[in-house]
């Protein structure tokens, strides 16, 4: 499992901005149920982070953990930069540096 972000590794008031941008669009690809934080689920969003870098997080009614603190957790347990909560929405990002240059986000 990835280790959390150092506070070297946090993103500018411009980069949360460009990827909030970027974001905006983006379906969420991993919902947040009744099981909450599970160890499946976050095997499934560092899998997503890893072929996508921007993920978009739906935390459902049924999710057991605070809706804000669900998102955060995820983040903290995928190494993963919280770069947004709204409401059951939660933006994160984290880098891969095996990306292909052309699907890399520049920052």
Same mark, same amino acid.
Request: hydrophobic share 40%.
């Given at each position: ?34 099981? +909450? ?6 095997? /499934? =969003? ?5 072929? @996508? ?5 739906? !935390? +459902? ?6 809706? /804000? =603190? ?5 983040? @903290? ?5 919280? !770069? ?24």
């Amino acid at each position: 499992m990835t280790q959390p972000l150092d506070a070297d590794d946090l993103l500018t008031g411009e980069q949360k901005k460009r990827l909030r941008g970027l974001g905006h669009h983006l379906e969420p690809v991993v919902y947040i149920g009744r099981e +909450g934080v599970s160890p499946a689920l976050v095997e /499934s =969003a560092e899998a997503a982070l890893t072929a @996508r870098e921007l993920i978009k997080i739906k !935390v +459902g009614q049924n999710c057991p953990v605070d809706r /804000s =603190a669900a998102g955060r957790e995820l983040g @903290r347990l995928t190494g993963a930069t919280v !770069v947004q909560v709204i409401g059951r929405m939660t933006l994160l990002y984290r880098a891969n540096p095996d990306l292909p240059p052309d699907r890399r986000i520049v920052l």
